[in-house]
């Protein structure tokens, strides 16, 4: 099971394109469950939640697959702080405690659906990668406003996010919806490539029907499977 990180360059605008495009390998695998991350803004209410104007956008390079595939918590995670580690001497603001430190990123976001992965592993041995992938994004939560605003603390930059596929993927993680899931599915768990129609002016999704167990009846996306006006965000690709 190979979970992976979309990365950070959500920011990046240096194409003109708000960050779009900017996975990299090896998120870019169709494969892999790529992670993007999300702000919970410390509490434990989802409603508050958005997604980090860092965490990096698809169509990937050359393959144009849609990912990340899903996005979890990943600002301000405070995990454990092994002795000597470089970061802690580089970034002591961020140490929490003697044995703590906090981090932000969509690598911080990745452990988190790693471990939702091995609780599924736990609960049913004989799960396939292909079928963990597909009930993981099967059962993300998908209610998310149309865009957010995040502004840098530090620069005072406004980034604007729009919570298209190509940022949020199929949804924010549910574990425990994921783990009461019992659909059975057969077959590959591949994300779609993105591809344009100049004719209508629009992207569409190719690869989402047939053996990839992922899409089947668009459950995955909810009706985020027909892509809308895209290149109103992203330009013609």
Known sequence: MVVVSAGNGGRNNSQGIQGYGTITA??????????????????TDRGNDVITSYSSKSPTTFHHCAKPDIVAPGNKIVSTLPAGLTLSKEFPQNQVSPDCFSLSGTSMATPVVSSAAALMLQQNPSLTPDQIKARLMR????????????VDPDT???YTSYYDIFTVGAGYLDIRAAMNDTTVSTGYALSPTAIWNPTKGQIYLSGVDGQNVVCGANV?????????????????P
């Open 156 to 158: 005072n930059i406004p």
């Open 139 to 150: 059962t993300a939560t998908k209610k998310f406003p149309q865009f957010s605003v995040n």
């Open 26 to 43: 090896p998120g870019n695998d169709p494969y892999v469950i790529t992670v993007g991350a999300v702000n919970t803004k410390g509490t």
């Open 220 to 236: 995955v996306w909810g009706n985020g499977a027909s892509v809308s006006d895209m290149t109103q965000i992203v330009g013609e």
